[in-house]
T-cell receptor
Framework: AQSVTQLGSHVSVSEGALVLLRCNYS??????LFWYVQYPNQGLQLLLK??????LVKGINGFEAEFKKSETSFHLTKPSAHMSDAAEYFC????????????FGQGTRLTINP | EPEVTQTPSHQVTQMGQEVILRCVPI?????FYWYRQILGQKVEFLVS????????KSEIFDDQFSVERPDGSNFTLKIRSTKLEDSAMYFC????????????FGPGTRLTVT
């Protein structure tokens, strides 16, 4: 069975600092991996996805993530945090074998300090 | 930009009552999903739906739950007899094909069972 672990339920960084949100996955088949963001009172918005092409994936709003098979990780980074990045971030995994469901991590709440 | 919509945004109901949560997926999408998020917990997959039938469902999706696409645009989730533990945020999502692996989420319906 697939699973996702996000290390740190809350992360706080200063504006302009590096953002690093950690995600580790478990999958018996080559995974598809996703990062979603949820702003207050809104739905889940796709930030980026890994679908077995380039291991370094660039997404919206300056975020990127690197797929590392040896570490079973898909950490999300942004070089310089902006106040508007404050939100909840979810890592998710899906398998390649036709099961369309997404399995989510527990989420990381990102706070940006001025 | 097309988006998934959900109504109502908040539903309060008494235990034992039936509720219907409504979703309008993106118009050219073929796959539809329901997820839920109990407060403070992970987003969990409930069910996926394609070609007017359930393609996968989780253990959570028991006989109290049903889904329907009553017309060409709506996708509904019915809970026959609500329990206190059904209180959660319910998200609808849609995707074009199962191989696109990109699901678009609605803003959610917060269901409160009293």
């Amino acid at each position: 069975a697939q699973s996702v672990t996000q290390l740190g339920s809350h992360v706080s960084v200063s504006e302009g600092a590096l953002v690093l949100l950690r995600c580790n996955y478990s999958s018996s088949v080559p995974p598809y991996l996703f990062w979603y963001v949820q702003y207050p009172n809104q739905g889940l918005q796709l930030l980026l996805k890994y679908t077995s092409a380039a291991t370094l994936v660039k997404g919206i709003n300056g975020f990127e993530a690197e797929f590392k098979k040896s570490e079973t990780s898909f950490h999300l980074t942004k070089p310089s945090a902006h106040m508007s990045d404050a939100a909840e971030y979810f890592c998710a995994v899906s398998d390649l074998e036709g099961a369309q469901k997404l399995v989510f991590g527990q989420g990381t709440r990102l706070t940006i300090n001025p | 930009e097309p988006e998934v919509t959900q109504t109502p945004s908040h539903q309060v109901t008494q235990m034992g009552q039936e509720v219907i949560l409504r979703c309008v997926p993106i118009s050219n999408h073929l796959y539809f999903y329901w997820y839920r998020q109990i407060l403070g917990q992970k987003v969990e997959f409930l069910v996926s739906f394609y070609n007017n039938e359930i393609s996968e469902k989780s253990e959570i999706f028991d006989d109290q739950f049903s889904v329907e696409r009553p017309d060409g645009s709506n996708f509904t989730l019915k809970i026959r007899s609500t329990k206190l533990e059904d209180s959660a945020m319910y998200f609808c999502a849609s995707s074009v094909t199962d191989t696109s692996y990109e699901q678009y989420f609605g803003p959610g319906t917060r269901l409160t069972v009293t």
